[in-house]
């Protein structure tokens, strides 16, 4: 796993792909959290954090996002917590790579800065740029192994996202995904983003991988995925939600079990996605549901 990007393309060769963790946020809810911030935990309950990673790896997970998805300036300003942007990042990388100990590699996570980008609003791309860099840099300090961008819906701030990780560290591979959802027409981000649109401007920034996660089921997943493989020669990957959230006894409850979900692992592999993980509601048996569907490494 030392050469990520050349393990991915070799993923067809092996006849298996890469394997992603699955959800941080439902995992923490599940441990107690409510009402504040998921990355505070990383300085709070970096025990907990550990854990967590740990029971993916433990899974059979070859990469763990480290739980900095909302730990950029301008959302840990709107929490207060600004002063402390570079002491959350570095305990989320210290954390993860305890839990990897050398077994899984360990990716710096990026989401939205929650931001309007221009025209809609006044965020620019050159501000959006500085924001993803300074992040990076952060984290690429603390040594992780790569950098991955989720949950993102407008191209030109994901763009901005790459170009700023690339600056950062040019040698740290990114992979980048962005949220679609289905329509009459075909599959869009919410900002009218098409996977075509994606691809060509997510390779055209830098991104060494690309790819989808979130708002989606694995079922919907594997025909993405082979839209994205048609579009590219890049590394794909494919990170569905466990289905539809719905409301049971105040909770919220995923349509897809670990083995149900797991049942659509090969197809999103033989779609062409070369590495799957798993978004929402998931869990580490997803994870080890998944990895049970491929032959031994």
């Not at 949220?179 to 830098?206: D, H, I, N, W």
């Amino acid at each position: 796993m030392k050469d990520l990007l050349e393990r991915l393309k070799n993923a067809r060769q092996l006849g298996r792909p890469v394997f992603w963790d699955g959800a941080m946020g439902t995992q923490l809810i599940a441990q107690g959290l409510s009402g504040k911030v998921p990355e505070l935990w990383n300085l709070e309950k970096p025990q907990t954090i550990e854990t967590i990673h740990k029971a993916y790896v433990d899974a059979g997970a070859d990469v763990i996002q480290v739980n900095t998805f909302g730990a950029n300036r301008p959302k840990l300003k709107a929490a207060g917590l600004e002063d402390r942007l570079v002491e959350i990042n570095r305990s989320a990388v210290e954390a993860a790579k305890k839990a990897a100990g050398g077994k899984a590699l360990v990716a710096g996570d990026f989401g939205p800065t929650g931001e309007m980008m221009a025209p809609m609003g006044n965020f620019t791309p050159e501000q959006a740029e500085q924001i993803y860099r300074e992040q990076a840099r952060i984290l690429a300090d603390a040594g992780v192994d790569l950098f991955s961008l989720e949950t993102m819906f407008d191209l030109a701030e994901i763009s901005a996202a790459v170009r700023g990780l690339k600056k950062a560290a040019p040698k740290i591979p990114v992979v980048a995904q962005m949220t679609f959802k289905k329509t009459g027409r075909g599959f869009f981000t919410m900002m009218g983003v098409s996977p075509a649109q994606a691809v060509e401007g997510l390779l055209a920034a830098g991104a060494d991988v690309v790819g989808a996660n979130c708002s989606i089921g694995p079922e919907k997943m594997v025909e993405l995925a082979g839209i994205f493989r048609s579009l590219t020669k890049a590394p794909v990957i494919a990170q569905a939600n466990a289905g539809e959230p719905k409301l049971e006894g105040g909770k919220e409850v995923y349509e897809y079990s670990p083995e149900q979900y797991a049942g659509f692992a090969p197809e999103m592999f033989s779609a062409g996605a070369d590495a799957i993980g798993a978004c929402c509601g998931s869990s580490p048996e997803f994870i080890r549901q998944m990895v049970s569907k491929f032959p031994n490494k």
